[in-house]
Nanobody, 124 residues
Framework: QVQLVESGGRLVQSGESLRLSCAGSGRTFRVYAMGWFRQAPGKEREFVACISQSGGTYYASSVKERFAISRDNAKSTVYLQMDSLKPEDTAVYYC??????????????????WGQGTQVTVSS
């Protein structure tokens, strides 16, 4: 099992950058593919980015070229660097763990491990 805790969300201006962190507990962090998701008010939760156990990265088209996911297995932490933020990026951001990148990017209802979320608000 792994417990996940997100941090780093806050209010920023449009065009600014922000880095989110997701700290995992336990020595099994490295065996999981990790993903970031977000949920805006009144909308469904959506996939943002994924990083596989070997470091392969995948992004939603809406954030590609602006966001970068990375991981530090020694610190059991996955990061989401967000640049050129837009008001439409406003959402609660969640991290999640899955056994494979395909599972992380597939049906999110199958993912057993989620953090509690961190709020990102981008003002115009």
């Amino acid at each position: 099992q792994v417990q996940l805790v997100e941090s780093g969300g806050r209010l920023v201006q449009s065009g600014e950058s922000l880095r989110l962190s997701c700290a995992g507990s336990g020595r099994t962090f490295r065996v999981y593919a990790m993903g970031w998701f977000r949920q805006a008010p009144g909308k469904e939760r959506e996939f943002v980015a994924c990083i596989s156990q070997s470091g392969g990265t995948y992004y939603a088209s809406s954030v590609k070229e602006r966001f970068a996911i990375s991981r530090d297995n020694a610190k059991s932490t996955v990061y989401l660097q967000m640049d050129s933020l837009k008001p439409e990026d406003t959402a609660v951001y969640y991290c999640a763990a899955g056994l494979t990148a395909a599972r992380v990017m597939g049906d999110m209802k199958t993912l057993a491990y989620w953090g509690q979320g961190t709020q990102v608000t981008v003002s115009s």
